[in-house]
């Protein structure tokens, strides 16, 4: 190419950059709102990462293509030789980045077990609940509230729960009761415990005791997931607070934790409340307000479904839909999957997106670069916690509200985790605005969180994560003059 050629390429391909970034910006401007959060300010506190990759850096780079423009011809060739090769660095990212095979879940516990020293069960849920009916224990996987939901019917977009009492529909809101309870196997090894009367991980006498001081709600850790009794947060906090009942289970949102509250606590009465509030609660709830039965506990007065009162009835429901949906499709209501060595090659098995590659959706998943932003349900999540506060102080009890957050904001403090951390400001002004105290963990995980505090990434608390989980919550309530019952 002769140097007049080379002058006007050049000049081409700076005006096609300009054009470009001036197009992105453009649509950034125009679809702002789709992008602001409500007070401009928490965009630049919450948002920097997108916001300097969808306003400042088109605007900055098609200004300096511009200005480019009146340089020589020699300093132009300079400055494209140096984009082409960062243009060039970060697509060769984003290709490996779409080869890279997702490590499939079966082999991250498989590998977490071996490395741990730990024996590993490659048996499904199902495998192990049917492998413990042969030995004479009618066992049953865990069916969470909201996977048991999930299999449900849509009509007329209303979620129409599978669970049937006299035709009617139910949503549990706890486990079978007495039946032993096949939860989990992080560990490496199947995790059981059998459930009280009314679906619990309790010892069935904590519903003889009278005057029960504390009720724990909540989802995973409250529920035991996935330790034994002696690891977990749940017995560490009773060994301080004998009379505690634990109406945690895992797989709910702030709906389901209210069904409870009104099903369940309303029984007690107790003088405190733990609302254990995790991260995803809010998003939860995107699923359960498409419930008309879960929203009637929200708009309807003191409504029940009446669940303790016809627990007999909720079980046979649940237990015919549970054994139906194992004999039809073979596997827990999770999804856990036999990790054998033919179902480890099909999950190995991933196919790149190529056409992803082109705007850098990989690159961007992993900086968590997004354009839109994810809008939380805050007012659904507002009126959900004034009715909760509303109930307990009618039988004079007192409602706590702890923050849980994703655990790994305490061990990386660069973790980038953008809807979250503006709906996390949210939702503690949401708490403090109706005058429920507040435990926040995210100040102890950032301070303390100890090093082991989870098997592998992804899992849940480790028996360190859960006793520090427990311990800062009986500390609070010990320095808010709480004296423990015997």
Not at 99 to 112: E, H, N, S, T, Y
Not at 138 to 143: I, K, T
Not at 285 to 300: F, H, I, P, Q, R
Request: aromatic share 12%.
């Amino acid at each position: 190419m002769n140097k007049k050629g080379f002058v006007n390429l050049s000049r081409l391909i700076l005006i096609f950059v300009c054009v470009i970034c001036f197009i992105i910006l453009g649509y950034g401007i125009k679809n702002f709102e789709n992008f602001r959060y409500e007070d401009v300010y928490d965009l630049f506190l919450f948002d920097k990462t997108g916001l300097i990759a969808f306003y400042v850096l088109p605007a900055l780079i098609g200004l300096s293509c511009l200005w480019a423009l009146r340089f020589t011809a020699s300093t132009r060739k300079t400055i494209l030789i140096h984009g082409a090769t960062i243009v060039v660095a970060i697509y060769a990212a984003e290709i490996y980045l779409s080869l890279q095979a997702p490590a499939p879940r079966g082999k991250i516990l498989v590998d977490a077990a071996k490395s741990g020293g730990r024996a590993f069960d490659p048996r499904s849920r199902t495998e192990y609940v049917l492998d413990l009916r042969k030995k004479g224990i009618n066992a049953y996987p865990y069916a969470g509230r909201g996977e048991l939901l999930e299999h449900g019917t849509w009509k007329n977009g209303r979620l129409i729960s599978p669970i049937k009492v006299n035709g009617k529909q139910v949503v549990p809101l706890a486990g079978i009761s007495g039946k032993t309870t096949v939860l989990c196997n992080e560990p490496g090894t199947w995790l059981t415990y059998k459930a009280d009367r009314y679906g619990f991980n309790n010892p069935d006498s904590i519903w003889d005791l009278k005057n029960i001081q504390v009720a724990l709600i909540g989802d995973s850790l409250p529920h035991g997931y996935c330790l034994p009794d002696e690891s977990h947060a749940t017995p560490r906090f009773r060994a301080t607070f004998p009379r505690t009942a634990n109406l945690g289970f895992a797989g709910s949102g702030a709906l389901e934790y209210l069904g409870t509250l009104m099903e369940y606590a309303s029984l007690i009465r107790p003088k405190i409340v733990i609302w254990i509030h995790y991260e995803n609660d809010v998003r939860d709830m995107e699923l359960e307000k498409s419930s008309d039965v879960l929203l009637k506990y929200l708009n309807k007065g003191l409504y029940r479904q009446k669940i303790p009162e016809r627990q007999t009835e909720v079980d046979s429901a649940t237990m015919k839909f549970i054994d139906d949906f194992m004999e039809k499709h073979g596997t827990g209501l999770l999804g856990e999957r036999r990790v054998g060595a033919p179902i480890l090659a099909k999950m190995q098995q991933h196919v790149p997106k190529y056409k992803d590659a082109i705007f850098l959706r990989n690159i961007r998943n992993t900086f968590k670069i997004y354009f839109r932003k994810e809008d939380s349900d805050l007012e659904l999540f507002r009126k959900t916690m004034t009715k909760a506060a509303e109930v307990v102080q009618s039988w004079g009890g007192k409602l706590y509200f702890v923050f849980r957050p994703y655990g790994d904001r305490g061990s990386d403090p660069f973790v980038v985790r953008r809807q979250y951390d503006y709906e996390r400001k949210q939702v503690l002004s949401i708490v403090e605005s109706i005058g429920m105290p507040v435990i926040d963990l995210l100040p102890v995980f950032k301070k303390k969180l100890p090093p082991m505090w989870t098997l592998y990434p992804g899992s849940h608390y480790t028996k360190a994560g859960n006793f520090l989980f427990a311990d800062t919550i009986i500390n609070r309530l010990a320095g808010d003059g709480v004296v423990p019952q015997p």
